[in-house]
């Protein structure tokens, strides 16, 4: 509904404009008036160009048409984590997918983790984690499968990350994939390499009791 086609509630939309919609008590309104105020104040952040502000306010009354509008406006212009925001409010599950394709097609591997994880697809998931170990991008990769649950990708992660050298992150790929014994041979490592805090710490991911109570006992001070 337009800003002049709510009688002389339109008066309003400047100031709320101004002040901010979250700073405007419109409780002595009825429901209905108070959706056109907002529906009107929404148009008018379309036409200021706000269109955060504006999603919120349409999200507000539940105006799932101007969402999908707002959505298409923003994905036009490569603005695709508020447009899976917009989407996502719609409810629009078909929108989201083809923008989560999108994303994966242009390279955008956050946002089509968002998109597909809303859409909980756990197919297009597991795509996005594929192509994150191949561009090296670990900690989506580690996202992504720790989400599906896929503990062999995780593992994956873990081998190439531990061959690397990378133990932070091999650490918690075995840990996400609950490999205690990947876990217990790093830690070995770490002790010898005199890293005994950090061994420590393996150690009681990997549940490895012995070794914990040897780092305790004989080096009280790594705890």
Do not use: W
């Not at 997918?97 to 597909?116: I, M, P, Q, R, Y």
């Not at 010898?192 to 393996?202: F, M, R």
Request: charged share 30%; glycine share 8%; proline share 1%.
């Amino acid at each position: 509904m337009g800003i002049n086609t709510i009688g002389g509630y339109d008066k309003l939309v400047p100031l709320i404009l101004a002040k901010g919609l979250g700073n405007v008590d419109l409780s002595m309104f009825d429901e209905a008036k108070k959706n056109e105020i907002i529906n009107a104040v929404g148009d008018a952040f379309i036409k200021k160009g706000r269109l955060v502000e504006a999603i919120n306010a349409f999200s507000a009354t539940g105006n799932r048409e101007k969402l999908v509008e707002i959505g298409d406006m923003l994905m036009k212009s490569a603005s695709y984590s508020h447009a899976i925001e917009a989407f996502r409010l719609a409810e629009n599950r078909d929108l989201l997918a083809v923008l989560g394709n999108t994303c994966l097609e242009k390279g955008h591997l956050s946002d089509a983790l968002k998109a597909f994880r809303i859409l909980e697809n756990k197919e297009k998931l597991e795509e996005v984690g594929d192509i994150c170990i191949a561009k090296g991008k670990v900690d989506a990769a580690l996202e992504v499968f720790s989400v599906t649950g896929n503990r062999k990708k995780l593992s994956e992660v873990g081998e190439r990350c531990f061959k690397e050298g990378q133990y932070t992150y091999a650490i918690k790929a075995f840990e996400l994939s609950g490999d205690c014994k990947r876990l217990s041979e790093i830690g070995d490592i770490c002790l010898k390499e005199g890293l005994i805090s950090t061994a420590l710490k393996v150690y009681r991911l990997a549940e490895n009791d012995v070794m914990v109570k040897f780092i305790n006992e004989n080096f009280p001070s790594a705890d």
